[in-house]
T-cell receptor, first 114, second 112 residues
Framework: ETGVTQTPRHLVMGMTNKKSLKCEQH?????MYWYKQSAKKPLELMFV???????ENNSVPSRFSPECPNSSHLFLHLHTLQPEDSALYLC?????????????FGSGTQLSVL | EDKVVQSPLSLVVHEGDTVTLNCSYE??????LLWYKQEKKAPTFLFML????IEKKSGRLSSILDKKELFSILNITATQTGDSAVYLC????????????FGKGTKLTVNP
């Protein structure tokens, strides 16, 4: 267990559906991240939240909407997705400002868009 | 543009073999290089390297960084089937994890 929990593990949705991915970290970290992992491509950073404030939005389409209500929880709201959005979505957390800022990842949500 | 290139992209070996995984990088304001192991879904941390020439070791795994030639290697000796995974290399630029750039990974398969 990495201390970062993601739900659901798997999600199948149609292009007109609205769904949300949830992430919770139990490590007391002050930063949380959403990454997208597609087949044969590097991990792509989507969003970063430091102390609940969004500090990075890596040109992500507006059909992905993040929410960070507190430093332990992170959501990714999905609506009107496209089939090319099918991927593994990984949440991560880290403690920024300590010099040891390695990421701790959750197990991911495997998303399929039909 | 910052870039991390891993090689080979995939590798199949037999138990007991020694493997070397490569990671080269081009990044502005390098801070550290990290190795992760991704077995099923969650990448788990292996090593963080910040200084050239200092080997980091954990059991049968070891890694070293060359900041002059801009690369790192990950060695696994006496491989076991449990070493089968995707090994990810990432480079951190000044600014912390917000600037972590990942390679595509090396998929290692260890056959009995």
């Amino acid at each position: 267990e990495t201390g970062v929990t993601q739900t659901p593990r798997h999600l199948v949705m149609g292009m007109t559906n609205k769904k949300s991915l949830k992430c919770e970290q139990h490590l007391g970290h002050n930063a949380m991240y959403w990454y997208k992992q597609s087949a044969k491509k590097p991990l792509e950073l989507m969003f970063v939240y430091n102390f609940k404030e969004q500090t990075e939005n890596n040109s992500v389409p507006s059909r992905f909407s993040p929410e960070c209500p507190n430093s332990s929880h992170l959501f990714l709201h999905l609506h009107t997705l496209q089939p090319e959005d099918s991927a593994l979505y990984l949440c991560a957390s880290s403690q920024v400002g300590t010099g040891d800022e390695k990421l701790f990842f959750g197990s991911g949500t495997q998303l399929s868009v039909l | 543009e910052d870039k991390v290139v891993q090689s080979p992209l995939s590798l199949v070996v037999h138990e007991g073999d020694t493997v070397t995984l490569n990671c080269s990088y081009e990044v502005t304001n390098f801070r550290s290089l990290l190795w992760y192991k991704q077995e099923k879904k969650a990448p788990t941390f292996l090593f963080m390297l910040t200084s050239s020439g200092i080997e980091k070791k954990s059991g049968r795994l070891s890694s070293i960084l060359d900041k002059k030639e801009l690369f790192s290697i990950l060695n696994i000796t006496a491989t076991q089937t449990g070493d089968s995974a995707v090994y990810l290399c990432a480079v951190e630029a000044v600014g912390g994890s917000e600037k972590l750039v990942f390679g595509k990974g090396t998929k290692l398969t260890v056959n009995p």
